[in-house]
């Protein structure tokens, strides 16, 4: 209960989160204010501003994005802070960031705006650490992910040209290459070593098998 309560707390930060995105859209309708021109611009000197600033900008234009949006978040964020504790703010910062940074260099010349690129690096780590780590109990958090977002995977083409699949693709990109760098890290699960792990990391080496049975001790 303890445990579960401490993760209920660092997961907080979602919800505050959510009510942000929220607030900045209402804001956006109410007023009539264009956020756009916070979405990454690629290649352009204005446009750096929006690796930082937009995922917190949606369409004014279609509601469904947001809240779209919103959901999956939710749902993956609160996975990442459940199974992937110590890690966990170091791979949204990174997805954050690195998914920003790709689409700056090579999105096509339009403003990007949206959390989904975050959702995608989000779901790609989450599934491809299971399948690098070699761990049951993270492969079956990959599986069950899978199960319910796994018809984004069509996200990374582009089918329409109002949406920004490049968000989509880099972050998916991102995300796999997140986990493979972060397999060996700690997950939320305590992992026992095997003997044999633990004499290989203080480098005691194992009797030479071989060289016994080619050269047995004579016996009276």
């Given at each position: 209960m303890k445990e579960f309560f401490q993760v209920f707390l660092n997961s907080?930060?979602?919800v505050v989160f959510l009510v942000l995105i929220w607030v900045i859209h209402i804001l956006q309708l109410t007023f009539?204010?264009?956020?756009?021109?916070?979405?990454?611009l690629p290649r352009s000197f204005s446009g750096l501003i929006g690796i930082i600033t937009s995922p917190l900008v949606h369409s004014a234009k279609d509601i469904n994005h947001i809240i779209n949006n919103s959901f999956p978040f939710m749902i993956l964020g609160w996975t990442l802070f459940y199974f992937y504790k110590p890690i966990a703010w170091r791979i949204l910062i990174q997805s954050w960031f690195f998914t920003g940074v790709f689409v700056w260099i090579s999105a096509r010349n339009a403003y990007h705006i949206g959390l989904s690129g975050v959702i995608y690096s989000?779901?790609?780590?989450?599934?491809?650490?299971?399948?690098?780590?070699?761990?049951?109990r993270l492969l079956t958090v990959a599986l069950f992910v899978v199960f319910l977002y796994g018809s984004?995977?069509?996200?990374?083409?582009?089918y329409d040209w109002t949406i920004s699949?490049?968000?989509h693709l880099f972050?998916?990109?991102?995300g796999i290459i997140l986990a493979y760098f972060?397999?060996?890290?700690?997950?939320?699960f305590k992992v026992e070593?095997?003997?044999?792990?633990?004499e290989e990391e203080l480098g005691i080496e194992p009797p030479d098998l071989e060289g016994l049975w080619s050269n047995p001790e004579n016996e009276d």
């Open positions: 907080l930060w979602i009539q204010i264009n956020f756009a021109e916070f979405g990454i989000l779901l790609f780590f989450i599934f491809f650490s299971g399948v690098f780590r070699k761990d049951n984004m995977v069509w996200g990374i083409f582009p699949f490049e968000s972050g998916a990109l991102t972060n397999r060996k890290e700690e997950s939320s070593k095997t003997q044999w792990e633990i």
